[in-house]
Each structure stands twice: as C-alpha cells, then as structure tokens.
C-alpha cells in the first residue's frame, strides 16, 4: 500500500497546491488527483472510506478507535454532555472528534413487503419507526476547498489522495473552517490550529488501515483503494434498493458532482440533509475566476472614483 | 416507499435543525474592523498619489500618513485574528492563486511596505522622489487591497458570502471611496487651508452612491440569498448602514461651506462603512447557522442530486 519512494519531504513541500493548471484542478473530474496535486507517477492508489450506513449499528467504536489513536483531547474533561436529542451526543464533527455517528429515529409508513423489516427496528401503529445510523467523516474531496484556500500551505494533499493538516505550519486563519462545504474541519479551542481526519495519515504510511475502519464491528466503515470500493458500492447499492429499500442511494461517489467525488462516500437510505450532509455541495473554487473579474471591475470603479474627485480644478 | 407522508410539510428536511456548515470563527470588531481600514488605506493612498501629482500638498500628507496608519491598524486586527499569532509570518510562506487570502496577504504586506516608505519620507522630508514613486506603487496596490476582500468572503462555503460576489467587492471598493474621503473630511474639518480638501468631499459623495447602491444589490439578491441581509442581526445592520452613509453623502455636499458638515458628514459615513462590514459578518454567520440556507438553495440550484 505505501510506496517507500515517496518521501515525507514531498509531501511537505509547497508544489502539492492544486493552483492554477488545467480546468479540471479547480472543478470537474479528475482521474488522478495525487498527480495532479504533484506526485511523481510512482505513488501509491488513491484510497477511501465506504461508510455503508445501512449496516451500522450505532456502536460507536469508530469515534473512540479515532480519539484514541489520535489522541484527541477532551475539553470537557470526563464530563458527559447530552444533547437531549437523540443518541448522538457528539452532536458533529469537529476539531475533536474526527468520525461522528449521526442517529435520526424517524417514522416510516409499513413496508410493502412485510418480509423485508431488516433495517426497520419497531413497529406502531399504522406506521413503523426506523433508526438511521451514520458515521461521518471528512471526505477528503477531490476538489477540497480546504486546501485551496489555505494560505499557509499547511493543508495538503497526501501521496493517497487523501487531504491533512500539518499542524507545525498552520497558523489558525479558520479560512478553512468557512470553506468546507461539508463543515468538517474547526478550530481547535484553546490551541488555535485547524484539525480535521487525516485518514489516519500515520497508519497508511506503516501499511495499516485507519483505526475507524479497523474497530467498526460490521464493516459499517470500509477502507481500501477508491476505486475498488466504488464498484463494492454499486453492487451494495443495487442489493439494498432490490431488498425493498429503493430510497438507498450513493453520496459523494460520483466524480462528476460538485467537489469531483469524494474520498470518502457514503451509502444512504434518506435524503443527505436528514443525516445533516449538504445535499448538492460544490466546491467554492469553481467560482474564483468569476469572483476575481468583479473584484476587477470594483477596483476599476474605485479606480475612476478617484479620478473624477480629483479632475478639474484644485477646489 | 420514497414518499414520507407522515413527515410534516416543510420547506426542507435537517439533521435536528443542527447547522450543516461550521459558523466562521473570525469574529467581531477584528474582521470588520480589518475590513474598513484595509480599503481605507487602500483609497487613501490612491488619494496621496493623486493629491501629490495635481498640487494638493496639505491632502497628499494626511493621506499618506493615514494610509500607512491603516494598513498597520488593519494588519494588527488581522493578525490577531488568527489562532496563532506568532506564526502570522507563514502567510507569506507560499504564493497560492487558489486562496484569497494568501493573495491578499501578498497585496497587504507590499502595500504596507510601499505606505510605510510614503510616509517615511513625508514625515522625514527625506528622499521624496523616492516617496513619491512609492506613493504611486502604493496607488496601485491600493485598489486591489480594498477590492480582494470581496473574494475572500465570497470564496468560501457560506451562502450568504458566496452568492455575493458580484456585490461584495463593490462594496468594500465602495467603501473605500467613502472611508477615505470621511478621512479627508474630518482632517478639512480642522485645518485652516480647506480648499485642497474639495476634492475628498467629491470622493466621500460618489462613494457614498457607490457604497449604498452595491448594499441595496445585497438586500434585493433574490430569494433565500438576501434574506441574511435583509432581515435578523444581518439586515438590522444593513438598514443602519444605508442610513448612516446617505446622511453622510448629502452631508459631503455641503462639506465646502461648512467645517460642522464636514465633521458630520465624516462622522456618518465612516459609521456607516463599518456598519456596513459588521452587517457583512453576521449576515454570513446567520446563513451558515442555518441550515435551511445550505438544503433549500442547493435544491433549488439543481434539484434530483445526489440520487432524490
């Protein structure tokens, strides 16, 4: 899985932006995002996460496999917090918690096919209510806007495809933190830095998968290369819509959409906002060059501004 | 199956009501305080450099004075704003086309250097062709300081931002004008020779216009794009500003014949263009806070993503 010959130099060094260059750095499909990120032809297969949310079971051990092996603080010091919404009491992702699993009870009308209730836990009446499970993490876009923006150089693309933080560079602007359209990545209070999912950068590097993957209980949480589990998604998929779930649908797997596909997808049974995703999020860059040719016509209205004050006479 | 009739009807569906996008971290009085200097000391030494080559002696000084004054009152807000102060030095640790922000850090950092040199060598009398030529540089730099602002709000996920970018810009170049010429007023206000200052007067008045107009194009974005600027802390804010800086613009107009004019008229418009970067601020917090904002407009924009 890792490649010995690329360096952490390489990565670390600042020809890794997505600037400039052809259309399709800035928005589109993009085949090899490592590459176009700088990567000699050499590096690794680019790899994701599958978070197949019809099969998690709301355990949890994702979010503490990732604290753990992270070590992410606890600002609350042991205190527990209830949201007093639901069984999710981490509420979101954030600068501390890097996976986050959602939970939405919700009521549904009985299935057609009452032979079918794998994924329906309790049954009232005239209806049926169903829990919706989800874990989320950062999507590691193809186009992120996190890393376009940054203007330090601290995000960067990884020889994986993946996108991380380098907190010995960054220096807590928060550009990132309004960029995402996913609203992943925060600063941390009390440090002052940005911190996101690095897909356990460290793990890839030592031939491991990230720890999420590793201690999801129902493979829930599938790692390997993005490719791969793009086609284990479309097989899924027509699996679950066939077993009388025809709602299921893939999030973030379509290279084409809005961010050029994410590293890390999802498999659905609701719409995306339910599980607080965007629905159709695009990445801010596809605008700049038009962002920048207003800004040029202001600059050029400030420009004649002043030239009128100043014209004629010295009154 | 794909309908949810017992869902009750609403425009959009959400995750508890909870926001999708993380609400920015930066924060009030340092964006809108960096905002209002930065394009004032824009202007400003686009008014020193003009004061300069048409005669106008007395202005060109407070203006060159004034833009280095800006430009490191505005770089202070700046820099505090980060989560790490200390390191604001990495800024320039990249050139990176795709980040706003980086760009803008370029344009401040030789603004501010060309400014600083300008009023070295108005205040030491030392070198003045050579602050003269830097004064031109920095009537360069100037508009693109005041006018990359608008881009770095609009780059980013938050819709009230991002949707702006036609009229941010316009109102922070806007505001430029009428920072700049509420300066040249109040300085009028208090000398004896008042004649040079007309010419601040004209600027305060047509950016007043400017300022006001690109305001009104944010309030009349149509639909749920306005709407942060148009009504809550946002709007409220807005309202002010447009108030303020039309007061001041007529106030400009009689700024000739009177030093209380032009005290007032300095006084409004400079409440006004700051009014202006705070309605700015909370109208992005409100869309981001929201997630109504995020589900209702990427809906509209191409409705049946995502597998619906």
Known sequence: MTSDSVTRDSVTSDSVTSAGGPRNSLYGPLADVAADAGYPGSHPERVGFFTDTSVCIGCKACEVACKEWNGLPDPEAGALTLTGMSYDNTGALGSNSWRHVAFIEQAVPSPADPGEPALISAVADGGTTRWLMASDVCKHCTHAACLDVCPTGALVRTEFGTVIVQPDVCNGCAYCVSACPFGVIDRRDGDGRAWKCTMCYDRLRGGLEPACAKACPTDSIQFGPLAELREIASARLADVQASGHPEARLYGADPADGIGGAGAFFLLLDAPEVYGLPPDPVVTTRDLPAMWRWAGTAAAVLAAGVAVAFAGRRR | ?308
């Open chain 2, 1 to 308: 199956m794909t309908e949810q009739p017992q869902v009750p009807p609403a425009d959009f569906q959400s995750y508890y009501g909870k926001p999708i996008l993380k609400v920015s971290r930066w924060q009030e009085p340092h964006l809108p305080a960096y905002l209002f200097l930065g394009e004032l000391s824009g202007a400003l030494a686009m008014v020193g450099a003009a004061a300069d080559v048409t005669g106008r002696p007395s202005l060109a000084r407070a203006a060159r004075l004034g833009a280095a004054a800006g430009a490191f009152a505005g770089g202070a807000f700046l820099t505090a704003e980060l989560g790490r102060p200390e390191r604001f030095l990495n800024m320039l640790r990249v050139a990176k086309p795709t980040s706003p922000m980086s760009m803008g850090s370029w344009i401040l950092a030789t603004h501010s250097g060309l400014v600083s040199a300008t009023a070295a060598s108005e205040l030491t009398g030392r070198l003045a062709s050579l602050g003269s030529v830097a004064g031109v540089g920095s009537a360069l730099t100037g508009p693109l300081l005041a006018a990359y602002p608008g881009v770095l709000l609009a780059n980013t996920a938050v819709p009230a931002w991002h949707e702006a970018y036609r009229q941010l810009p316009l109102l922070f170049t806007g505001g430029a004008m009428t920072a700049a010429g509420a300066a040249g007023l109040a300085v009028s206000a208090l000398s004896r020779d008042r004649a040079e200052f007309a010419a601040a007067g004209r600027l305060a008045f047509i950016g007043a216009a400017v300022e006001s107009l690109a305001g009104y194009g944010l309030e009349t974005m149509p639909g749920l794009a306005g709407e942060p600027y148009r009504t809550g802390p946002g709007g409220r804010m807005l309202t002010a500003a447009r108030y303020l800086t039309m007061g001041g613009g007529v106030a400009a107009l009689a700024a000739r014949r009177s030093r209380t004019a032009a005290a007032v008229s300095a006084a409004l418009l400079t409440g006004g263009g700051l009014c202006a970067k705070f309605a700015v601020l909370r109208a992005g917090k409100a869309s981001a806070a929201d997630p109504k904002y995020v589900v209702a407009s990427q809906r509209a924009a191409r409705p049946g993503s995502q597998g619906e």
